[in-house]
């Protein structure tokens, strides 16, 4: 295996070499990587120190109920991107089992074949499943947050960060008799705010969380329809008074 540093290493020997024998073959940050890759092989990067996965595959889809399934928006893998171990890694297909709360990766060996991997969870930093951006919340290292895994970023400031977390549950049914599996969400929304995590779902939870605020609070509706833009509106605002407080605290 090559590690970390010799794989950092060559990337910086490389990037030395003449811009303009560099720039015929990559141009981009994104390139760079995918290039090393593609001359070492994914079987010879950090990333492949994850483990096997055979996964449930076929038999997992099968066995679903109706249109169910255990994974994020789809059965099928995204191109995405991820850091895992201090390293990024680009144009990879990957799906998001929520069930099992694990990350499924499919790279390509020298031989063109597609080898199914589940990367070792602590050592994965954040992965981008299209425009969704997920982050290992063990980064944060909050105690006691009772919250881990993986979540999504749905806004982020200097002061408040608003999280999705991804969750399916599955229960049994017998369907004409097979045992199939319904999987339904189980998703919650969470801020970080002053190093701790705070669940919330309605006005109220954000008034209990910045109860300074209260007035400017109830002039925000929370709807089910449009939560997760609700709630961003609402932070935007928060944020703007908790800077103009800042300020004025500092002058």
Do not use: C
Not at 92 to 99: A, I, P
Not at 104 to 111: A, D, F, Q, S
Not at 157 to 174: A, D, N, Y
Not at 192 to 205: A, G, Q, T
């Amino acid at each position: 295996m090559i590690s970390k540093n010799i794989r950092t290493f060559i990337l910086i020997f490389f990037a030395l070499i003449s811009r303009l024998v560099w720039s015929q073959e990559v141009s981009t940050t994104a390139e760079i990587y995918n290039w090393f890759d593609a001359k070492v092989g994914p079987e010879n990067t950090a990333i492949f120190n994850g483990y096997l996965d055979t996964g449930d595959g076929f038999f997992e889809k099968n066995k679903s109920f109706k249109n169910t399934h255990r994974y994020f928006e789809s059965y099928d893998f995204f191109i995405g991107s991820l850091v895992y171990s201090g390293q990024p890694y680009f144009d990879l297909q990957l799906k998001y089992d929520l069930f099992e709360e694990e990350l499924l990766i499919h790279l390509k060996n020298r031989e063109g074949m597609l080898i199914p991997i589940q990367p070792i969870k602590n050592k994965v930093e954040r992965f981008f499943i299209g425009e969704n951006q997920f982050v290992n919340l063990n980064n944060y290292k909050i105690q006691g947050a009772g919250i881990n895994g993986f979540a999504e970023v749905l806004y982020e400031s200097p002061s408040i960060t608003l999280f999705k977390k991804h969750k399916k549950t599955r229960r049994s049914i017998v369907d004409d008799e097979r045992l199939l599996y319904k999987y339904k969400k189980a998703n919650f929304n969470f801020i970080l705010y002053e190093n701790r995590f705070y669940r919330v779902k309605n006005r109220s939870d954000f008034m209990s969380v910045f109860p300074k605020y209260k007035k400017e609070i109830k002039k925000y509706g929370i709807k089910k329809s449009s939560l997760d833009l609700d709630m961003i509106h609402l932070l935007e605002g928060l944020q703007i008074l908790i800077q103009t407080k800042t300020s004025e605290f500092e002058n």
